[in-house]
């Protein structure tokens, strides 16, 4: 990967992505920002996700050699930040096993990681796409569903997938589900079919 766009641009798309990006959590990789260098569209394509989110910004970049890789969220955004002011643009280049920001005479190398290592919200676990979900209903009906399961999901656990609520659209019902590892609260809602 090799690529060169203004300080700017790059901050804005680090800015865009920020919020699905988590350093705080069980799983490093969460506080990872994917980096995706296309030659042929001279596109650079930022993404962050967190379990629960995905975010991804692209704009416009001159690419010289296509790549992709992952660096760590808040070193890349602390590096762009120092160099935001400047007028040159920013270099972006794969050396080895890290990737390498340059801006005029400034130099500095950032570990990456493997780009497939970053889940993604579009695929399941055999790679097949998942069509999104769309269902329509009051507000105060969610909210009553979810205050009926939520007494079972856990609080503050590592395993953060037992802090949340898994919402499943069945046939004609929507399925919550809730379980902190000892206990476990289902609620099966009818609804039409469309």
Same mark, same amino acid.
């Given at each position: 990967? =090799?690529?060169?766009?203004?300080?700017?641009?790059? !901050? +804005?798309?680090?800015?865009?992505?920020? /919020?699905?990006?988590? #350093?705080?959590?069980?799983?490093?990789?969460?506080?990872?920002?994917?980096?995706?260098?296309?030659?042929?569209?001279? +596109?650079? @394509?930022?993404?962050?996700?967190?379990?629960?989110? +995905?975010? @991804?910004?692209?704009?416009? !970049?001159?690419?010289?050699?296509?790549?992709?890789?992952?660096? #760590?969220?808040?070193?890349?955004?602390?590096?762009?930040?120092?160099?935001?002011?400047?007028k040159n643009d920013l270099r972006l280049q794969?050396?080895?096993?890290?990737?390498?920001?340059?801006?005029?005479?400034?130099? !500095?190398?950032?570990?990456?990681?493997?780009?497939?290592?970053? /889940?993604?919200?579009?695929?399941? =676990?055999?790679?097949?796409?998942?069509?999104?979900?769309?269902? @329509?209903? /009051?507000?105060?009906?969610?909210?009553?569903?979810?205050?009926?399961?939520?007494?079972?999901? !856990?609080?503050?656990?590592?395993?953060?997938?037992?802090?949340?609520?898994?919402? +499943?659209?069945?046939?004609?019902?929507?399925?919550?589900?809730?379980?902190?590892?000892?206990r476990m609260a289902v609620l099966r809602r009818s609804m039409a079919?469309?």
């Amino acid at each position: 990967m =090799n690529l060169t766009i203004a300080p700017t641009a790059l !901050a +804005e798309l680090l800015q865009q992505v920020a /919020p699905a990006c988590n #350093s705080n959590g069980t799983l490093p990789v969460y506080g990872h920002v994917s980096i995706h260098a296309d030659g042929g569209s001279h +596109e650079l @394509t930022l993404r962050c996700f967190d379990s629960c989110a +995905e975010i @991804t910004a692209v704009s416009a !970049a001159h690419v010289t050699q296509s790549g992709q890789c992952t660096v #760590s969220h808040s070193d890349l955004t602390a590096l762009v930040k120092r160099l935001s002011k400047r007028k040159n643009d920013l270099r972006l280049q794969i050396a080895g096993p890290q990737l390498q920001l340059s801006c005029g005479a400034f130099s !500095a190398d950032l570990t990456t990681g493997d780009y497939a290592d970053l /889940p993604s919200l579009d695929t399941d =676990n055999s790679d097949q796409f998942r069509a999104p979900v769309s269902v @329509t209903m /009051p507000a105060k009906q969610l909210a009553q569903d979810l205050d009926a399961v939520l007494y079972a999901a !856990a609080v503050k656990d590592v395993r953060f997938f037992l802090c949340g609520v898994h919402i +499943e659209r069945a046939d004609d019902a929507l399925i919550y589900v809730c379980t902190d590892g000892h206990r476990m609260a289902v609620l099966r809602r009818s609804m039409a079919a469309d």
